[in-house]
């Protein structure tokens, strides 16, 4: 069963379920996931809770100990489990066994970082989302992340203008630790309410945290408003040119290549195959091939010379002029104004 973040504490009510599987990248949310675990577990009994971190060197038997052993002052305890990226064979059937180990009085929580497509359909995962619970708990799309932002406003007991929960989704987009801090900080002022866009920017510090990934997302949606955005923040964060233009460069690669087997009429599954997309990823690319003809693909690629050269001359200006460029030029079809149309 899965179940989002929002919907999880009305879950939790109809009763717990032997495991939870709590996946993705946004910490608070699966900080939150994970306590709200352990006090409903609290109330029922669960007194007793083991945290395994799985890396090298973890002694496994002191896992399967905590998983047999009966306390003499608890009778139902908790395992938990954070778990690295990748989970390889070994690692697979230690889970699996664990998962056998089951009972009323053993509650098992597995955490980690995103899972995609290929680990969801692991023998492992599927036999335990079926037998739990999994809470993906990754960022809000950004259209539904004004809806997270007024949620988390009412929760403290507060309310904003329209205005002023937009105000609050340009200033932490990518960090929404930061975002319920900064409400829960504005608890204490008593603000008037509804909360307007002038008092915030009276009150709050912007900390909006990106990663080169999402601006490649971005990018590929064809979303370069919100990508100039997120190119200002890294830079305000010291992300250096040179990272991007990496990350950059190889996007344009695969672009390229793909560009070119559609041309020939080559089915593209067997290419994403190859190229190990994920398929979660697939869709994207797919509407930037659409949207961007193999000519505007090699206007792009003039650009990225021009960024190589900036970078070669530590002109860190004109580099980041460069990406900015760049990202406008992932927008659609049409020819670049710093660039002459490139022939196809």
């Not at 675990?37 to 083991?50: L, S, T």
């Not at 992300?239 to 460069?249: D, I, K, V």
């Not at 961007?292 to 650009?303: C, E, V, Y």
């Not at 530590?314 to 002459?340: C, N």
Request: with cysteine; aromatic share 8%.
């Amino acid at each position: 069963m899965r179940v989002y973040p929002e919907q999880f504490a009305d879950h939790l009510k109809a009763g717990l379920k032997p495991c939870y599987l709590v996946f993705g990248e946004e910490p608070l949310l699966k900080l939150e996931a994970i306590d709200a675990i352990r006090q409903v577990a609290v109330k029922q009994g669960f007194d007793e809770r083991h945290s395994f971190v799985v890396e090298a060197g973890l002694d496994w038997n002191q896992v399967y100990d905590a998983c047999q052993a009966m306390s003499l002052f608890s009778a139902r305890q908790i395992i938990e489990l954070e778990l690295p990226a990748k989970v390889d064979k070994d690692l697979a059937a230690r889970i699996t066994e664990i998962g056998k180990q089951l009972h009323p009085d053993l509650l098992l929580v597995l955490s980690g970082p995103r899972l995609n497509q290929t680990q969801m359909k692991a023998a492992w995962f599927d036999k335990l989302s079926q037998l739990g619970t999994y809470v993906p708990v990754n960022h809000p799309e950004p259209r539904f992340f004004p809806r997270w932002m007024s949620a988390r406003f009412q929760r403290f007991g507060l309310k904003a203008l329209p205005d002023a929960i937009n105000f609050m989704c340009h200033a932490y987009e990518g960090n929404l630790l930061a975002a319920s801090q900064e409400i829960e900080k504005l608890t204490l002022l008593s603000p008037p309410q509804p909360i307007s866009v002038a008092y915030l920017q009276e009150t709050i510090i912007r900390h909006a945290h990106f990663t080169p990934f999402q601006l490649i997302d971005c990018l590929l949606e064809g979303k370069v408003n919100r990508a100039q955005r997120i190119l200002l923040a890294l830079r305000a964060e010291g992300t250096e040119p040179g990272m991007l233009a990496w990350t950059l460069c190889r996007e344009l690669e695969q672009l390229t290549e793909l560009a070119l087997a559609a041309r020939a009429g080559q089915p593209l599954v067997e290419h994403f195959s190859r190229l190990r997309i994920w398929q979660s990823r697939q869709q994207l690319i797919q509407q930037a091939l659409t949207r961007l003809p193999f000519g505007k693909i090699q206007q792009l690629w003039q650009l990225m010379a021009q960024l190589d050269d900036a970078q070669r001359r530590f002109d860190t200006e004109q580099a980041w002029l460069m990406l900015q460029t760049l990202a406008l030029g992932f927008r659609d079809a049409a020819p670049l104004p710093l660039l002459e149309p490139a022939s196809c």
